[in-house]
């Protein structure tokens, strides 16, 4: 069994910043890929940020520059730093490792997302 918990949504205005946590429990062998995606109200689920277990990041072309994503395996943690934020990030944020258990096999997890609301 894998354990996902993300927190750090909340509401913040227009220009500030938050950091986004996804703590993960279990057994786990291996963290490969982390994705960060959101949707907001009426729109499809769409890929913020990925990182991979060697580091490479990549970003949608509407946070690059303000976005940043990391990990710590160590920690079994990854985040998502965002800031400059925008009253159009306002979205549900879903954090997406792909993980390796003990057994052996690979499993795509899905988190049950946490909140951030941009408004003044």
């Known amino acids: 069994q894998v354990q996902l918990a993300e927190s750090g949504g909340g509401l913040v205005q227009p220009g500030g910043s938050l950091t986004l946590s996804c703590a993960t429990s279990?057994?786990?062998?291996?963290?490969?890929?982390v994705a960060w995606h959101r949707q907001a109200p009426g729109k499809q689920r769409e890929l913020v940020a990925r990182?991979?277990?060697?580091?490479?990041?990549t970003y949608a072309d509407t946070v690059s520059g303000r976005f940043t994503i990391s990990r710590d395996d160590a920690e079994k943690t990854a985040y998502l730093q965002m800031d400059s934020l925008k009253v159009a990030d306002t979205a549900v944020y879903f954090c997406?490792?792909?993980?390796?258990?003990?057994?052996?096999?690979?499993?795509?997890?899905w988190g049950q997302g946490t909140q951030v609301t941009v408004a003044s």
């Open positions: 997406n490792p792909n993980i390796k258990s003990y057994s052996g096999s690979w499993g795509s997890y």
């Open positions: 279990g057994s786990i062998s291996t963290i490969g890929t």
């Open positions: 990182i991979t277990s060697d580091g490479l990041t």
